[in-house]
């Protein structure tokens, strides 16, 4: 599933491996998945043209194709691992694709939000897939839920870690504000910082741009 999500971000001019790129491969040949994706409306075509629209960040550094290949996000790790997981408790060595999916509809940003910006819920995905006959979790996935407001400041590269510091510290994983990061494509190194409207970014700059001890 690796090699086929990677030619998917190839496709793309994408630098990267991610969740999105595993549901295009996942798309591009017929499985039961694929089935309880076309009864939702969603097809490959139908998300390749939304990735392709999306304006995003560029990749920095720009996407380089060598022997080694491109790099899986660490949210393609996790849907990895989710996958197997899954897979191994049905008695499967190697995952399924109705696996891959379960895996995808059981996190709640990544693909999660990308098939509800397509009109898609979780909770319908699992019923698609429990008609086709494939065995779901009992537990109910995280449902995805929209971020709240939107604000950004940039920082540079010594400023970042001072900056995702405080916000694990004030806002850790489970809070009720979320936030992220990703470089932008300049030089000398200079990253965004997103968050949501519960989240005062321009304090937490000031925070860590306080001399130390102050």
Known sequence: MLGRASDQARRLNHGWVGPEHYLLALLAEPSTATEALAELGVTYNR????LRNQTGDPDWPP????????????????LDARAEGLALAEGHR??????????????DYGVAGQ???LGVSQPAI???LRRRGVRVPEVEPPLYRPWRGHHRIEVDK????????LLILQFPPGSAWRWGFNWL???PRRAWVDA???????????????????
């Open 63 to 78: 996407p380089r194709y060598d022997e080694n290949g491109l790099s899986p996000s660490p949210a393609a790790y996790k």
């Open 196 to 214: 949501e409207e519960g989240i005062d970014l321009d304090a937490v700059l000031a925070q860590a741009r306080r001399p130390a001890g102050s």
């Open 185 to 187: 494509p300049s030089e």
């Open 47 to 50: 998300l390749a043209e939304e």
């Open 158 to 165: 010594a400023e970042l870690k001072l900056v995702i510091d």
């Open 126 to 128: 699992l019923e698609a």
């Open 115 to 117: 098939l509800h910006h």
């Open 94 to 107: 190697v995952p399924e694709p109705e696996h891959f999916l379960l895996a995808m509809v059981y996190e």
